[in-house]
């Protein structure tokens, strides 16, 4: 008589909440700044005049800080909280204190 030693699968992880408008406009944002850091990279490897170079980067800042400001929007609003969960004063602090690191 043989035993299975098999494990037993892991249960499949929880499906992902639908993706708010909120969401799929910081998606969109994160995109486009994908664009301009591929376009940085490009800038260098190209040698490109360090002017250029460092308005691109304050540009590609600016945009991660506006991205950053709108998903800290929506988390003080609870959209990240569970159903029957609220979000403390605490945990906007929190939130605040990771965006300014």
Known sequence: ??????????TPPA???PL???DTRVLLRL???????RGL?????E?????D??????GVRSALDAAGEQILEQ?????????????TPQDVVRAVKLLRR
């Open 1 to 10: 008589m043989t035993t299975d030693t098999t494990p037993n699968p892991q």
């Open 15 to 17: 499906a992902a909440p």
């Open 20 to 22: 708010t408008e909120t």
């Open 31 to 37: 995109r486009r700044i994908e664009g301009q850091v």
């Open 41 to 45: 990279q490009r800038m260098i490897e």
């Open 47 to 51: 040698g490109r005049d360090c002017h």
């Open 53 to 58: 170079i460092l308005t691109q980067l304050s």
């Open 75 to 87: 988390y003080a609003g609870g959209c990240r909280a569970r159903p029957g969960e609220t979000i």
